[in-house]
């Protein structure tokens, strides 16, 4: 499947934006999505993830309570809403897919988007 990221942008810390994943090419509603961030001169980090048909959902302990992952297979689309930004969400994110089940090491993710860049200001 290909993924494409959109929603990036540059945004004041307490703000909101959501992030879109469009899949294409693939049986959308048959992989294991996730959203990955990095940081200049960090190493690609977990952020949260989502079930098959979108009724288990993942986060990582850092953004619990202010992002939401969410999915719609008829839409072949996954997104990230981020609430209560703060500086340190600054990074490009990237969405990704899997055919097996939850996992949160970008190693086990096979399909990768170009990823799209969040800027939180303070």
Known sequence: VQL????????????????SCAASG?????????????APGKEREFVAAISWRGISTFYADSVKGRFTISRDNAKNTVWLTMNVLKPEDTAVY?????SGGMADSPEAYSS???GTQVTVSS
């Open 94 to 98: 990237y969405c990704a897919g899997r």
């Open 112 to 114: 990768w988007g170009q």
């Open 26 to 38: 693939g049986t959308f509603a048959s992989y294991f999505m996730g959203w990955f961030r990095q």
């Open 4 to 19: 494409q990221a959109s929603g990036g942008g540059l945004v004041q810390a307490g703000g909101s934006l959501r992030l």
